[in-house]
């Protein structure tokens, strides 16, 4: 029974890293160096689009915790950000004009989110 105690305490943590969260292969380091000759990529598609400007409120970024044990406000989200492993608590909605995200801004912090601040976007229409 010592035995297989003792191999379950050593197994364990070779268990618990071998099940590290998946991300996203765009998250990988690019290489440092570059081949002279590069196969060429499949291009991005593009659309007749053009950039808009938008705003969004950000409160917090948990690194440790779960959004789900927090209740956060109905105005908020919580997006996960797979290559940094971490949830940005933002507003649901994103504003064109900066002056309602202001608005917005100062709303939160009457509600006791201090840290609240403004990160901007590119939207296109």
């Known amino acids: ?18 099940q590290a969260p998946t ?5 990988d380091e690019l290489p440092a160096t570059y081949e002279k000759v590069v196969a060429p990529n499949t ?9 808009v400007t938008e705003y969004k409120i950000q409160v917090a970024i948990l690194k440790f915790t779960h959004p789900k044990d927090f209740p956060f406000h109905k105005k908020l989200v919580a997006r996960w950000r797979p290559c940094e492993q971490v949830w940005v608590i933002e507003s649901r909605d994103s504003f064109r004009n900066r002056a309602d ?9 009457r509600l006791g989110y201090n840290g609240a ?9």
């Open 117 to 125: 601040y403004i990160v901007e976007l590119m939207g296109y229409e």
């Open 101 to 109: 995200a202001e608005k917005l801004k100062s709303e939160l912090i």
């Open 23 to 27: 991300r996203p292969a765009y998250c």
């Open 1 to 18: 029974m010592k035995k297989l105690a003792f191999i379950f305490a050593l197994c364990t943590p070779l268990i618990v890293l071998a």
């Open 43 to 51: 291009p991005l598609p593009q659309f007749n689009t053009t950039p």
